[in-house]
């Protein structure tokens, strides 16, 4: 299947608050060129004009290249 | 008057012995439950290549490890498993298959730790996860085993079960392989397993071979050294193809003369389910490490030649096989009627001119593990410190070449 990338499509990653105190995780939005090969991310998509199109890209893992 | 009745005894067992062999387990459970599925996880058993890894049973419950594996599990696993190990992780949220609830105390209990390493390792890459839409990362690269292991142990504390992760702490991972050893192997074997079953006697009456004890350290057909226990794919290997032996009258409703049923037309899930029934008889297989390079190696076959049958020979004088099997193979050697296994039952010298008998099998890598690694509880021994693989290889041509016939190589028998 081939998703297609808009330049409206969120790109996000969930990281360690850096602030001391705070737990959990935080959203950090990305940009295309941050994306690398091999990492393994979840892609929320709608069906538009016989495309799937991605509106979130969700990194999962970051895997070293 | 005791004619008849013998001999509706007879008939009576025979038929019993063919709904044996022709038994169709369910695939479900007794209780009617398919696999469990838990958010879309089916615990289906672990393939060969990752069923004899089992996680030690210290690292459930040791400190050190779990500490380890909350390290690892901080940084890999919670943005998708969640800080509270509850599958609600901010990147899990999207997921088709959602990540697993380590606090689902049914859910964990039902995953054999051969099955939760798999998963750890290879993630969602293979079936029937893959299929699933799993985006489970495969770690097997990224993480050693001890680090596999200490988050797994770590994962495990989110269940509340204090103890080690193992099937005779949580029967219910094993329940499918119980319904089916209920069915298809509790008339020899024995409810609990120890070769004692009702049908089990009466296939070789006061003689050798009796069904196998499972809770003993003694299994003859491996791939292991002499005197260690099986792989799983020994024990998958002999529930698939059966045992083959003259046995008693009684085995004539086994085609082919089998002592053992072949399990063949099982589905491989159900033969893979009743074996970690089977090794949860026996806590040995939890004990032991590096299983799969402890495994003797079987090099491929070589080529048959002349000289190779001629050195074979020699072997089959030098190695004293004729004092059991006889000159020409026939298990008429001087020792043969004295020869008894370790529960002192009579047991017959095979017959080498007859190798579709063979029990652990006739192809030349067959005849090769058995001269390596013995038939543990018989008195025939591993040969395994004596020759070298290439003498190992002259001396299985040579026995292979004593059957009718002259098969020797390609053809084999199973």
């Not at chain 2, 998963?119 to 990362?137: D, I, T, Y």
């Given at each position: ?46 069906h538009e004009s016989g495309n799937e199109v991605a509106e979130i890209v969700t990194v999962v893992v970051e895997?070293?290249? | ?414």
């Amino acid at each position: 299947m081939t998703i297609v990338l808009k330049p409206e499509t969120k790109i996000v990653k969930f990281a360690r608050p850096t602030e001391p105190g705070k737990t959990g995780f935080v959203e950090q939005q990305l940009a295309l060129s941050d994306l690398k090969p091999g990492w393994f991310v979840s892609v929320t998509t709608k069906h538009e004009s016989g495309n799937e199109v991605a509106e979130i890209v969700t990194v999962v893992v970051e895997k070293p290249q | 008057m005791r004619a008849k009745l013998f001999t509706s005894l007879a008939i009576g067992v025979l038929g019993l012995l063919v709904g044996l062999w022709l038994v169709r387990p369910p695939t479900t459970r007794a209780n009617g439950d398919k696999h469990e599925e838990k958010g879309g996880h089916a615990h289906v058993p672990a393939p060969l290549e990752y069923a004899d890894v089992h996680v030690p049973l210290s690292v459930w419950t040791d400190p050190a490890m779990i500490t380890r594996g909350k390290e690892i599990y901080a940084t890999r696993c919670a943005v998708c498993h969640g800080d509270q190990g509850d599958g609600k992780g901010p990147a899990g949220v999207a997921l088709p298959l959602k990540p697993s609830d380590f606090r689902d105390k049914a859910g964990v209990a039902e995953m054999r730790d051969n099955y939760w390493f798999w998963r750890v390792s290879e993630g969602g890459q293979v079936e029937p996860f893959k299929g699933k839409g799993s985006a489970m990362p495969p770690w097997k690269s990224e993480l050693s085993v001890e680090d596999r292991w200490a988050v797994m142990a770590y994962q495990h504390t989110y269940s509340g079960h204090n103890g080690p992760h193992v099937p005779w702490e949580h029967p219910e991972s094993v329940a499918m392989g119980r319904d089916i050893f209920a069915m298809a192997c509790v008339p020899c074997h024995g409810a609990a397993g120890k070769g004692d079953g009702s049908v089990g006697a009466m296939l070789a009456p006061r003689r050798a071979p009796q069904p196998r004890d499972f809770t003993s350290a003694e299994f003859k057909f491996r791939s292991t050294p002499s005197g260690q226990l099986p792989t799983t794919a020994d024990l998958f290997r002999t529930l698939t193809e059966g045992v083959r032996s003259g046995g008693g009258p009684m085995t004539i409703g086994l085609r082919g003369h089998r002592i053992m049923p072949s399990f063949q037309h099982m589905s491989v899930e159900q033969r893979l389910e009743v074996l970690e029934y089977v090794k949860n008889l026996n806590r040995g297989f939890w004990e032991r490490r590096e299983v799969q390079t402890l495994a003797v190696a079987v090099p491929a076959p070589p080529v048959l030649t002349p000289e190779r049958l001629t050195r074979g020979k020699q072997l089959y004088a030098d190695a004293e096989c004729l004092a059991c099997h006889g000159a020409r193979g026939r298990g008429d050697g001087s020792s043969a009627p004295t020869l008894k296994d370790n529960r002192d039952l009579p047991i017959a010298a095979t017959d080498l001119t007859r190798p579709e008998r063979f029990k652990n099998g006739a192809r030349p890598e067959d005849v090769y593990r058995t001269l390596v690694t013995g038939l543990a509880g018989t008195p025939m021994p591993s040969y395994g410190d004596s020759l070298e693989p290439d003498q190992a290889w002259d001396l299985a041509y040579y026995v292979l070449s004593l059957s009718r016939g002259g098969r020797t190589t390609e053809a084999g028998f199973r």
